[in-house]
T-cell receptor
Framework: DAKTTQPNSMESNEEEPVHLPCNHS???????IHWYRQLPSQGPEYVIH???SNVNNRMASLAIAEDRKSSTLILHRATLRDAAVYYC??????????????FGQGTILTVHP | DTAVSQTPKYLVTQMGNDKSIKCEQN?????MYWYKQDSKKFLKIMFS???????INETVPNRFSPKSPDKAHLNLHINSLELGDSAVYFC??????????FGQGTRLTVV
């Protein structure tokens, strides 16, 4: 599985935007970029995913570099509830394999009031 | 309704015992998984079942035996528990081209 590199931790203030970077220089053409987060004492939760184009949903936006070697998860207005570990994961396009996730260390996001 | 539910939430047991963790999903998904999160918070896939058939077994000791009585259930049985089995175990499921949904986890403590 292709690997991803994320900063160990980041901090933000409440109601400010947060940009969480991820490098994946060995990404293959069939790898989708998935983001999950894990709130304290909970299971991982899906945030967003994309292949080549930028993606938006109600939780976040995903900006994907043109060469696909990096991506950025954008939380437009951080809330205290967004404090979590954020994982950037590459998953193959196989339909039944979207849950076969190789988690790295993730980025611990701290949100200050 | 909880999409992916695991029982029990907490499990404390002695070394050498045999225990089971149950998982049920009500999402109609065909694929289910077990993940293990160790004390360093590292999450790793253990098993994957698709329509009751084992498709992934990630070099897990054979003391761990998953069982899928139907596609909505995936249970994890662990024989001869060891101290190193202490971890949080997560069940997950996904449908075709859908994201994975995780349960709340079962914290297993072996003493």
């Amino acid at each position: 599985d292709a690997k991803t590199t994320q900063p160990n931790s980041m901090e933000s203030n409440e109601e400010e935007p947060v940009h969480l970077p991820c490098n994946h220089s060995t990404i293959s053409g069939t790898d989708y970029i998935h983001w999950y987060r894990q709130l304290p004492s909970q299971g991982p939760e899906y945030v967003i995913h994309g292949l080549t184009s930028n993606v938006n949903n109600r939780m976040a936006s995903l900006a994907i570099a043109e060469d696909r070697k990096s991506s950025t998860l954008i939380l437009h207005r951080a809330t205290l509830r967004d404090a979590a570990v954020y994982y950037c994961i590459l998953a193959n396009a196989g339909g039944t394999s979207y849950g076969k996730l190789t988690f790295g260390q993730g980025t611990i996001l701290t949100v200050h009031p | 309704d909880t999409a992916v539910s695991q029982t029990p939430k907490y499990l404390v047991t002695q070394m050498g015992n045999d225990k089971s963790i149950k998982c049920e999903q009500n999402l109609g998904h065909d694929t289910m998984y077990w993940y293990k999160q160790d004390s360093k918070k590292f999450l790793k896939i253990m098993f994957s079942y698709n329509n009751k058939e084992l498709i992934i077994n990630e070099t897990v000791p054979n003391r761990f035996s998953p069982k899928s009585p139907d596609k909505a259930h995936l249970n994890l049985h662990i024989n001869s528990l060891e101290l190193g089995d202490s971890a949080v175990y997560f069940c997950a499921s996904n449908g075709a081209f859908t994201e994975a949904f995780f349960g709340q986890g079962t914290r297993l403590t072996v003493v």
